[in-house]
């Protein structure tokens, strides 16, 4: 990315970092199934549990975004000797830094949602 001239300070490094942050979380699902995860840490994840859990996902988009998670060192897969062969996931200790995204994105959609009730119903 070009700096521009009079770029205020760090506002372009800023902006590349909002980037690549974007890059790797953006998109409808992927902060949603690391969310997810992160709540059933200590649950097995199946691929299946998660397509019915996650509702609206579609089994193409969800291990598309596995895969991107995957690649990005936020979850791990894991195959399972049974029979049939099942996949679990779950959030890495990388992943869980995702929280510091997470929580307060969910705080703010919180408020903006009643915010919206509020003028919405007027109370």
């Given at each position: 990315?070009?700096?521009?001239?009079?770029?205020?300070?760090?506002?372009?490094?800023?902006?590349?970092?909002?980037?690549?942050?974007?890059?790797?979380?953006?998109?409808?699902?992927?902060?949603?199934?690391?969310?997810?995860?992160?709540?059933?840490?200590?649950?097995?994840?199946?691929?299946?549990?998660?397509?019915?859990?996650?509702?609206?996902?579609?089994?193409?988009?969800?291990?598309?975004?596995?895969?991107?998670?995957?690649?990005?060192?936020?979850?791990?897969?894991?195959?399972?000797?049974?029979?049939?062969?099942?996949?679990?996931?779950s959030v890495t200790?990388?992943?869980?830094?995702?929280?510091?995204?997470?929580?307060?994105?969910?705080?703010?959609?919180?408020?903006?949602?009643?915010?919206?009730?509020?003028?919405?119903?007027?109370?």
């Amino acid at each position: 990315m070009k700096i521009p001239k009079g770029d205020p300070p760090a506002c372009t490094q800023n902006l590349l970092a909002m980037r690549d942050t974007l890059d790797i979380l953006g998109g409808k699902w992927k902060l949603l199934i690391l969310h997810y995860l992160i709540f059933r840490e200590h649950e097995q994840n199946t691929f299946k549990k998660m397509e019915r859990d996650i509702e609206g996902i579609s089994a193409k988009m969800l291990s598309k975004e596995l895969k991107d998670l995957e690649n990005n060192l936020l979850v791990k897969r894991q195959v399972n000797d049974t029979k049939p062969i099942t996949v679990s996931y779950s959030v890495t200790e990388y992943g869980k830094t995702a929280t510091e995204i997470i929580f307060p994105l969910v705080s703010w959609g919180t408020k903006h949602r009643n915010m919206i009730i509020t003028q919405q119903t007027g109370r």
